[in-house]
């Protein structure tokens, strides 16, 4: 499945806009003697917007955030760009985030709304609609996961042992609705039941190489494919802002059986485990070490080759850096990375992260993991929203075999 966002990318920002004018609650009288943004100094926290701020105004008045967890309070920004990447050449991308709190409880998770678009020279189109949004006392939780894209790319065929002479160019369009409906049980912990549907459709081998049965051919070819079935869901959420998370632990096991009887190609079943923990590094220090595993399993049936486990196929299409988006797919997937997250400037505004990860994908012959595919690399975060945490993040990573790129996040990796 292609990633909601590009990967593997140039990002040049073109355009700022960041809207907050209800970061300061009208109750308040703001302090009217005016103040010196420090871009790069200094122990006040400071974002993208206090620096636009002080280019364009004269004195401008420090922002505060004395409206925190205030019911409709919104944090809200939009990033336009221009990027450059092997699978899309020049693209148009047009980044939205809203982060809202729907009660002022000390506890009360943060609400996320995420919103990309993004259209490329060679006519490829991506729009995700994805959302997390908490109820108050995060009694509820309402996922969303919404997309439309038409996107071509390179498969490169089973397991972890495919080399890039093994690619396959195909092209396809591809319609999600994914929504999921959790319930507290327990403080942090939550059971849930969800509706998946995926359909692929116009899906065509670009390029056949004469002669060439491509592991998709092997695999069973389809013009069409639908996968449609319900979820079950357990989740445990320490977390109070799933942006930019601050010490604690996740684990979301989804179980999904797919049905003929509710419109799916095939019966089949399937299994994820996402389990993250984030722990400060020294104690006492804001710097984060991060972990994070990301499991899939085919517990039974034959799942369609384009829903196969692949290289950043999580719902935010982050797994993987150093790999290019769909560079392994199998049966089976087992994923582990660790990031170390660090600040540069004392102000917030710079940080710093260097990560590892391995991923293994089952052999199509023996259904085993055989080899690990590594990725490494490190990154910069820029403070885009310095009350909501939200970063603009941009990755180098590398893979084996020369694989390398950028890759764009708006929000932390995971």
Request: proline share 7%; charged share 15%; net charge neutral.
């Amino acid at each position: 499945m292609p990633a909601p966002k590009s990967i593997c990318s140039i990002l040049i920002p073109c355009l700022l806009l960041f809207l907050d004018a209800s970061s300061q609650d009208s109750t308040h009288t703001p302090p009217p003697a005016p103040y010196h943004v420090h871009w790069f100094t200094g122990k006040d926290p400071v974002d993208l917007l206090d620096i636009g701020r002080s280019i364009i105004m004269r004195h401008p008045t420090p922002r505060l955030d004395t409206a925190v967890k205030r019911p409709g309070h919104i944090y809200a920004g939009l990033l336009p760009s221009a990027e450059y990447t092997l699978q899309t050449s020049f693209a148009l991308d047009l980044v939205g985030n809203l982060a809202f709190y729907t009660s002022n409880e000390p506890l009360e998770n943060i609400s996320n709304i995420y919103l990309n678009g993004v259209y490329t020279q060679k006519n490829q189109i991506l729009v995700p609609l994805q959302g997390n949004i908490w109820s108050k006392g995060n009694k509820y939780n309402i996922i969303n996961d919404w997309r439309y894209e038409k996107y071509p790319q390179d498969t490169y065929g089973l397991g972890s042992k495919t080399t890039d002479s093994n690619s396959n160019s195909i092209d396809f369009s591809y319609l999600r609705f994914y929504t999921t409906l959790l319930k507290t049980i327990a403080p942090d912990f939550y059971l849930g039941l969800g509706y998946n549907v995926d359909y692929f459709y116009n899906v065509s081998e670009t390029d056949p190489k004469p002669g060439v049965v491509t592991d998709l051919d092997k695999y069973g070819f389809n013009k069409t494919s639908v996968s449609s079935g319900p979820t079950i869901n357990v989740l445990y959420d320490g977390r109070r802002n799933s942006i930019n998370p601050d010490p604690g632990y996740y684990a979301n096991l989804i179980y999904r059986p797919n049905f003929r009887f509710l419109g799916s190609a095939s019966n089949w079943q399937s299994l994820q485990l996402d389990a993250r923990a984030y722990r400060r590094f020294p104690a006492g220090s804001n710097n984060m070490l991060a972990f994070w595993t990301f499991d899939w399993f085919t517990l039974s049936g034959t799942p369609p080759y384009l829903m196969l486990p692949t290289t950043a196929g999580d719902t935010y299409s982050n797994s993987g850096r150093g790999y290019i988006q769909g560079r392994f797919r199998g049966r089976n997937m087992l994923y582990l990375e660790s990031e170390y997250r660090f600040g540069i400037t004392s102000n917030g505004f710079l940080g710093g992260v260097v990560f590892v990860n391995a991923a293994s994908f089952s052999e199509p012959v023996t259904n085993h993991f055989e080899t690990i595919n590594p990725g490494w690399g490190a990154g910069i975060r820029i403070k885009l929203n310095k009350f909501s945490k939200t970063n603009i993040c941009l990755d180098y990573g590398f893979g084996l075999n020369g694989s390398r790129g950028i890759f764009a996040n708006l929000g932390e990796v995971f």
